[in-house]
């Protein structure tokens, strides 16, 4: 909790004196510019984001601790049941895990559109003449970096345990692009709980009921052809089966085509459809 | 821009929101003449802060229309947004970057380059004496601290027209005087300010004119002058030597005067609201009172002529007094 004024004695006997000509000079002299682009709005926003992350780094710890944890966890918890050892099981895992995590992740975001829109500098921002949406944009830039470092973080715990892409630098960069592209995109459903619901309690509520059945019912922990026909039916069409299959060819060496471009049809998907919802309530807030 | 060009910063007519139920904002009709500070005077819930809400586009108005130098608020808001800035009630700063941070994301969200948004961004922190403070996070100042960077935010490209919600609540005297001259400061330059308070004496010290808003609705309108003027010219307090001879002043006053006399606590005063109805000033009617009592013997011990306060003018007006309880007294004349 933050209090609204909370008096410094000692602060406000040292504050200078308002200088009323230089004010006079600067309000006077004030010129205005064009107009940021939506892209330069956006980008501002992003910058916004990461001085939040300089400010507070403990809010990194979802994107380093947590995803150590997962690999650690399900590796060695399924390794030797599933592929015979960790080492075997890992190469099949670690992409599948590095996608669930990051796309875990993403829910973050959510919790934290809901507790900064309550603050004053909202109603700022949404007076101010720019591109509605670069507000939130900037949020998701912002994650963007998370996201990009929670995978290093993730690839260099899985290459200690001896996970070794074929698909090399190459691949596992544009795993990694897509990994990104697709949470980014996946996260307005997020922005749009954060300003629909109304407690930060409620937004985890929420976002826990949609990701883990999402994330666990797919391909990344195991083979779905061992699975009940109507929970294959799901799990075969699930956007996280397909990003996943395509982040592990991705790095395997591999071009999954089809993969990929499920992949980013959902991306798409998801933009267009919790885009406009999300601005709606932006709009309207 | 547009071709509609209107000496007026402001225009509304029947201005409504409602949440659910309440009808927050019930039919206001305001017009601001640009290059002035307009007071909106009311309590706590009054609807000021939605009034300011819908004119700075961050509301959808249910109902009425509001113009902005011209601009729909709603069909022409970024028309408006272009041309208006907003401080509101709390902090509109982000509290987890410093002050320089702050003004430089905001120099750079109005269109500035990023060396002409640092450098603005320095002399407003230099201008408000904050820049020994710039490097740390705004949650760290102080309240007069915060209100400052706050407008200072807002000033960052001069507006045409300045919203300040609630300035100074919450805000010890002496930061209050500061804000009131950076106010000062920043209409001298010709940007219209709209000030919401519900402390009277900073209406009296800042607006030129003022609407009383309570309930929604505003429920008077007019210079300071004309608001006092409205519930009479002043009052008179007395202080008589001998307290046996109260209730005969007391029907001396009220004879003489046509005044409502209002017998104080203190058994030897008693006051008289004067009348404007006579055309008299309040100055005219107290020496007639004074030399009636003299007539008739009761001794004078003290005497003093005040003006009509906001305070009275809002208890007139609405019927129950405001919550505020720090308010200053009349300007008190001594006779």
């Known amino acids: 909790m933050s209090t609204v004024t909370q008096p410094h004695d000692r602060a406000a006997k040292d504050l200078a004196p308002v200088s009323a000509e230089s004010l006079a000079a600067l309000l006077v002299t004030g010129e205005r510019p064009p107009r940021p682009s939506a892209l330069s709005a956006s980008l501002t926003f992003g910058w916004r984001a990461i001085l939040k992350i300089k400010h507070v780094p403990e809010q990194l710890f979802d994107v380093t601790a947590f995803p150590i944890m997962m690999v650690l966890m399900y590796t060695y918890l399924f390794g030797g049941a599933l592929a015979g050892s960790p080492k075997e099981y890992i190469q099949f895992l670690l992409p ?12 973050y975001t959510g919790v934290s559109v809901n507790t900064d829109i309550e603050k004053g500098v909202f109603d700022r921002f949404r007076s101010l003449p720019i591109w509605r949406p670069s507000t939130m944009v900037g949020y998701l830039l912002g994650d963007a970096l998370r996201y990009t470092i929670a995978s290093v973080v993730m690839l260099t715990v899985g290459v200690i345990l001896g996970y070794r892409p074929d698909g090399g630098v190459g691949g596992v ?38 990701i883990f059945p999402l994330t666990f019912l797919s391909n990344v922990f195991v083979d779905p052809r061992t699975m009940p026909g109507w929970l294959q039916a799901f799990v075969n069409n699930s956007p996280i089966t397909h990003l996943s299959s395509a982040v592990r060819e991705l790095m395997a060496g591999d071009w999954p085509a089809d993969e990929i471009a499920w992949s980013l049809g959902w991306a798409g998907l998801f933009v267009a459809v919790f885009g406009p919802v999300t601005m709606r309530l932006y709009n309207r807030k | 821009m547009s071709q509609h060009t209107s000496a007026l910063a402001i225009e509304t007519a029947g ?18 003449p640009a290059g002035t500070v307009y007071g909106v005077l009311g309590p ?35 028309e408006v947004r272009g041309r208006v800035s907003l401080t509101g009630q709390y902090a509109s700063v982000d509290e987890d970057l410093t002050g320089t941070e702050n003004l430089v994301l905001l120099g750079r969200l109005l269109g500035h380059h990023k060396k002409a948004a640092r450098e603005r961004a320095g002399r407003l922190l230099e201008a408000f004496g904050l820049s020994e403070a710039a490097a740390r996070q705004v949650k760290h100042y102080s309240g007069g601290m915060r209100r400052r960077i706050d407008i200072a935010a807002s000033i960052l490209n001069t507006p045409d027209l300045l919203f300040l919600d609630e300035p100074t609540t919450g805000l010890d005297p002496r930061s209050r005087n500061q804000v009131w001259d950076i106010v000062r400061a920043v209409v001298a330059q010709g940007t219209t300010v709209l000030l919401t308070t519900q402390y009277l004496d900073e209406a009296d010290q800042l607006a030129s004119r003022i609407a009383v808003i309570d309930h929604g609705k505003v429920i008077a309108e007019g210079t300071k002058g004309e608001l006092k003027a409205s519930v009479g010219a002043g009052t008179v307090h007395l202080r008589l030597r001998d307290s046996g001879r109260r209730p005969e002043a007391a029907e001396i006053l009220r004879r003489s005067l046509d005044a409502r006399v209002q017998l104080e606590p203190d058994p030897v005063a008693l006051s008289a609201r004067l009348g404007s109805a006579t055309g008299d000033t309040a100055a005219e009617q107290a020496s007639r009172a004074l030399a009636e009592l003299a007539r008739t013997g009761i001794t004078v011990d003290n005497f003093s002529l005040g003006q009509p306060s906001l305070d009275e003018v809002f208890l007139a007006l609405t019927g129950h007094p405001t919550d505020d309880t720090d308010d200053t007294d009349a300007e008190e004349m001594a006779a």
Do not use: Y
Not at chain 1, 96 to 107: A, D
Not at chain 2, 15 to 32: I, M, N, P, Q, S
């Open chain 1, 96 to 107: 599948g895990i590095l996608v669930m995590s990051v796309v875990m992740i993403t829910m």
């Open chain 1, 173 to 210: 960069l544009a795993g990694i692009a897509l990994l990104v592209v697709f949470s980014f995109a996946f996260s307005w459903i997020w922005t749009m709980f954060g300003l629909l619901l109304r407690t930060e309690k409620s937004v985890m509520g929420v976002s826990m009921m949609v």
């Open chain 2, 15 to 32: 201005l409504v929101k409602t949440f659910g139920e309440t009808r927050a904002v019930d039919g206001v009709d305001l017009a601001v």
């Open chain 2, 44 to 78: 706590n819930g009054a609807g000021k802060t939605t009034t300011v809400k819908m004119l700075a586009t961050l509301l959808r108005p249910d109902g009425g229309e509001a113009h902005v130098f011209g601009h729909d608020v709603v069909r022409e808001a970024d």
